[in-house]
């Protein structure tokens, strides 16, 4: 950001030394910005998904686990193919 200084008169009355802030004519707009926080939120909520999936897998037996074709070693492999 560049700061701007300058001086202003108002009501017959001299401020000076007022400043204000103009952005940067190369800096990121705003959408750029926010898909940056899109992003973030989505691994964010994938982190989670995944999260959620093992510690449901972990918590089954061995016995449930063999029904869905999974073996224990496999959980994690699994859950990162489909999340």
Same mark, same amino acid.
């Given at each position: 950001?560049? *700061?701007?200084?300058?001086?202003? #008169?108002? %009501? $017959? &009355? /001299?401020?000076?030394?007022?400043?204000?802030?103009?952005? =940067?004519?190369?800096?990121?707009?705003?959408?750029?910005?926010?898909?940056? *926080?899109?992003?973030?939120?989505? #691994?964010? %909520? $994938? &982190? /989670?998904?995944?999260?959620?999936?093992?510690?449901?897998? =972990?918590?089954?037996?061995?016995?449930?686990?063999?029904?869905?074709?999974?073996?224990?070693?496999?959980?994690?492999?699994?859950?990162?193919?489909?999340?």
């Amino acid at each position: 950001m560049n *700061f701007v200084s300058g001086t202003a #008169v108002t %009501s $017959n &009355r /001299k401020v000076s030394h007022m400043s204000y802030v103009e952005p =940067n004519v190369g800096s990121r707009n705003f959408s750029q910005v926010l898909s940056v *926080f899109d992003q973030a939120r989505y #691994v964010l %909520s $994938n &982190r /989670k998904a995944y999260l959620e999936a093992a510690s449901r897998l =972990n918590r089954m037996t061995d016995h449930e686990l063999a029904d869905i074709g999974v073996n224990r070693s496999e959980i994690d492999e699994v859950i990162r193919q489909h999340v």
